[in-house]
């Protein structure tokens, strides 16, 4: 199932949206540096679950500057081998290891298109 409802996080705003036919549209927006943040998260939480009676499922947008998006040349053939290679490429791009990100990655043409975040970055996503 699909979420209805998504969350947009960034330092600017915090934004709730909800999937409609025709996309995605604001329901609400808040600023982080209000001091009644606790107060109007919950008051965007009930106003989310007013418009879902089959429960809340939201989607977490991370900001784009926590996420490392990156172009890699492939030159491998098999699957193993191009992971093999955004791994690589991957390693010394973000101040993190590795095994302390969550990746994903196509091929366009002989280029890897890679989006990488950190899971500490996800872990305070999810907590907000």
Known sequence: MKPA???SLS????QL???????WYLLEEINPANPDLAGH??????????LS???????????????????APINATSQAQ?????????EGATP????????????NGTDAQI???????LAEAEAF
Not at 53 to 71: A, E, N, S
Not at 83 to 90: F, K, P, R, T
């Open 96 to 107: 993190y290891p590795l095994e302390e990100l969550s990746y994903d990655w196509h091929m």
């Open 53 to 71: 009676p089959t429960g809340l499922r939201t989607k977490l947008i991370v900001p784009h500057d926590q996420i490392k998006y990156l172009t």
């Open 115 to 121: 989006a990488a975040v950190a899971h500490e970055t």
């Open 17 to 23: 949206l909800q999937k409609l036919q025709n996309g």
């Open 82 to 90: 191009r992971l093999e290679q955004v791994q690589a490429a991957l």
């Open 5 to 7: 409802f998504a969350l």
């Open 11 to 14: 330092a600017d705003g915090i």
């Open 41 to 50: 998260m919950a008051h965007m939480q009930a106003l989310a679950a007013s």
